[in-house]
């Protein structure tokens, strides 16, 4: 039975979130997974799939490509012509996102639909692969994804129809399913097909659509998907591998000795995975910069917060979390980014956040330098406190209880970490074994 105070949040909702701040990284890239997943539904709608694997069938979609990691890894995605990491036609970001997801409960069974999504046809032999059957949604979703990187945007979409057409016929057979091209065709000759794919509304046409039926997540659904998130955000970087989990894990330990309710201590910890979501739009040479940023370079920092803010907005539900994550960069004085909200403006779960943001990050081991000790960091805090940036009892709090807080901290992020290096070493050693068979 569902608590009183639990959550309520969409599934459907979240993946429409985290596929939003994907595609930020780039204008390029912008709307393609929702582009591709409205695609994929119509296309599944046509071919009369099952309404529940049509759903995972969506969510797959707009997640296909969580596993290219930067943006010249997206960029590449693009490229109608796409190399594959061996001659069987697994693609690296296929693996890495099947890779990410498969963990999630919930994804289990739309996992395979985008390790397999660029797996062509070629007349039969795609239907399997090392004995295994490729699921038919994986190629539903490989001619959509197809079509969408076919679309310039530049253009208007009617007068491209003809060309888009004629391409995906002519690989009909070899890169397709010839059944999936031919449902194409026929969605193809309606103009309002193409209107939908390149309208502004098309999350909402998508929600409408195909998920009537919408798939819930309480508090601990969230949690576990707020993990998953934190991995996709900071597994882009060897230098910030393990940070989400660290804010997380601090911030709970900070709420509970403050003395917040057991449940809003978990939501603060949900809020500490997903508020450095917005730094999926910062590209990892900015993020893997070990010297100071630039002024330029600063400014594109400064911008996460504010797409963490305006993406997670949009899920029902999710507002205290979403303040909370939001706002971990304003400051007491209202001298913060990138609202500048003063002091009475800022909730304590912000301002609890704010000191664990802090507190993870010079603590943390980094590639290119040690975690800071003890009097060094309380050092740092104390003068931020002067300085009018953080809440003076949240920093004499962690004071108070700092050996337990960072045996938290660093527990969490140890585990993190192992989780980073079992992920690349996982998909280097797949990677490897497809090779030497398909030799």
Known sequence: MK?????DVSL????????????????TVNGHHQRVAYIAGKLAEELKIPKRKREHLILASALHDVGALSLQERLDTLNFELDVSDSLGLSKHAILGYQLIDEFEPFVEIAPLVLYHHVDWEKGAGSEFRGEQIPWESHILHLADRIDVLIKSEAGILGQVDRICAKIVEEAGNKFVPEIVEAFTGLAQKESFWFDITSPARIQLI????????????????????????????????????????????????ANFIGMSEHKARKLKVA?????LGKLAVPTEILEKPDK???????????????????LKRVKGLDEINIWASLHHERLDGEGYPFHYQQEELPLGSRIMA?????????????????MEKKKVLNILENMVQDGALDEDIVLTLNDNYEAIY?????AQE?????YKSFLQDSLADNSQRKAEAK
Request: hydrophobic share 35%; glycine share 4%.
């Open 207 to 254: 929600t409408n659509e195909f998920s009537r039926d919408k798939i819930c997540l309480g508090l601990d659904g969230l949690y576990n998907l707020g993990k998953l998130f934190s991995q996709i955000i900071d597994f882009r970087s060897r230098f910030t591998a393990a940070h989400s989990s660290g804010v997380a894990a601090s911030a709970e330990a900070l």
């Open 293 to 311: 940023l630039t002024e330029a370079e600063f400014n594109i920092i400064k911008k996460h917060t504010y797409y963490t803010y305006h993406t």
């Open 415 to 419: 585990q993190e970490t192992s989780e």
């Open 355 to 371: 000191v664990a943001d802090v507190f993870s990050a010079i603590t943390e081991d980094r590639p290119y330098r040690r975690g």
């Open 12 to 27: 459907m909702d979240m993946v429409m979130c985290l596929s939003d701040a994907m595609d930020l990284i780039s204008s």
């Open 272 to 276: 500490g995975y997903l508020h450095d």
């Open 3 to 7: 608590q009183k105070q639990d959550l």
């Open 407 to 411: 045996c938290l901290r660093k527990y």
